[in-house]
């Protein structure tokens, strides 16, 4: 594992560009350091290193994304993520801990929600395999670390006619009072997702609790009703 980390720094160290890196670490608050490499360099750059890790299984691909966590600039946690993203299929339900620890390190939007969408591929990919494999989910929605909650209320983004409306609705309305931007946020997001498969069902929702949502959450989540129509 280490000499697939060491031939990610030295793929993407001899793209690195002083200028765009400021940039970048400015957009992003001068929260973290960069190489500045745009995403699609910095995909093409490791591409044949994706292709080397087709046959990893889980624990390797964990021990990867955690090692390229640890290194300073941001490009290597985007490099995580790619990972993840790109060999979910081979994750397993009992591997979301381990990626709630990453979200939970070094956090801010950009990482956590690339998070947050494996999270919901891997959950969405084992939906006939166990009556309740959410659970997890419920639970991290009583986190102390509000980045897990974004985490629980964002992974059914997508799902369509899967998602758990129930679940969703009930996870909008215990977080309705939090004051967190990228809660509030979050819960706007959810709401409008799941308003592209039925808008009928969001704009009842919203009508009955417009008065427990943030002004910000309800105008997320009534952003594209009108042109939605019935």
């Not at 560009?17 to 929260?31: E, G, H, I, L, T």
């Not at 292709?51 to 490099?79: H, M, N, P, S, V």
């Not at 509030?184 to 919203?206: M, N, Q, S, T, V």
Request: proline residues 3%; neutral net charge; hydrophobic residues 45%.
């Amino acid at each position: 594992m280490k000499e697939i980390i060491s031939q990610c720094q030295l793929g993407l160290s001899s793209l690195a560009d002083p200028v765009r890196a400021q940039a970048m670490r400015a957009y992003m608050k001068n929260r973290f350091e960069f190489l500045g490499i745009p995403a699609p360099d910095r995909r093409k750059a490791c591409a044949d290193i994706l292709r080397q890790l087709k046959t990893a299984d889980a624990d390797e691909l964990l021990q990867i994304a955690t090692g390229l966590w640890a290194c300073e600039e941001r490009e290597y946690q985007y490099l995580a993520v790619d990972i993840l993203a790109k060999h979910y299929r081979r994750l397993r339900p009992a591997d979301i801990p381990a990626l709630l620890v990453l979200a939970q390190q070094k956090s801010w939007w950009d990482t956590v929600d690339g998070l947050a969408g494996i999270v919901g591929d891997l959950l969405r990919q084992n939906l006939t395999a166990s009556r309740d494999i959410q659970a997890g989910m419920d639970k991290a929605l009583e986190h102390p670390d509000f980045w897990v909650r974004r985490i629980a209320l964002l992974h059914q983004l997508g799902w369509r006619e899967q998602t758990d409306v129930d679940r969703l609705f009930t996870y909008t309305l215990t977080l309705a009072d939090e004051k967190e931007f990228f809660i509030r946020k979050a819960i706007g997001w959810a709401l409008r997702d799941y308003a592209w498969h039925d808008p009928a069902a969001i704009r009842e929702f919203l009508q009955e609790n417009q008065n427990l949502f943030s002004g910000l959450s309800y105008r997320e989540a009534a952003k594209n009703l009108e042109k939605l129509g019935k």
